[in-house]
Every structure is written in C-alpha cells, then in structure tokens.
C-alpha cells in the first residue's frame, strides 16, 4: 500500500512539472521565458535561434480578416537547474503560446 502511494505522489509531480514545463523556461541567469511575451522579447533575451521553422504562414481560418501566422524556434539553452536543454518555442502571430523543453543528456 505504501508503494501504491508514493507511486501516485511521484505520478503527481511528474505531470504537474510536465504541465507547468510547457508555460515557461527558467534560464541558468533567472531570465524566464514564458507564455504570452512576443517574439522580439524572446529574440532580445536568448538571440537568435538555432533554427527557425515557419509551421504556416498566415493561414486563414474562417475568421474574417484574421490570419494565424505559427512559427516555432528552436534554442539549445543552459537551464537554471543546471545542464543544457533543447528549448522549443511555438509562437502564433509572434506571441508565445507554448514552450517545450529537454534536458541534453537524457534526449
């Protein structure tokens, strides 16, 4: 019974980490990337990324005259609980709307 326990407790922290991991990114210098801030906050806090990839260039999606521009960039970054991480950082009409991260050594 005791197993069964801390299994859901360490269950919990593991998707818990996993939800809030996709809203931000906390650089090894305190700066933290975060959803919501734009694309030139990002490129004046880190640089320019590694690799950019345009995912659709404004499509139209059936709302009148507004037109969804997805882009993601792909940083390699050191993180602020050590160690270097692959960042990738989605944006939608230059906002951040999601990011993603994996330490380097357990890719």
């Known amino acids: ?22 809203g931000s990114f906390r650089l090894d210098n305190g700066n933290l990337l975060s959803v919501g801030k734009t694309k030139s906050d990002i490129i004046a806090t880190v640089g320019t990324p590694i690799y950019e990839d345009v995912l659709n ?14 882009e993601e960039f792909t940083y390699k970054l050191k993180g602020s609980i050590g160690g ?16 993603k991260s994996k330490q380097v050594g357990r890719l």
């Not at 005791?2 to 809030?20: P, Q």
């Open 1 to 22: 019974m005791k197993k069964l326990s801390v299994f859901t407790f360490l269950l919990f922290i593991f998707v818990s980490s996993t939800v809030f991991a996709k």
């Open 57 to 70: 260039d404004a499509v139209d999606i059936g709302n009148g005259d507004k037109l969804v521009k997805k």
């Open 84 to 99: 270097m991480y692959i960042v990738l950082i989605r944006f939608e009409n230059n906002i951040v709307t999601d990011i």
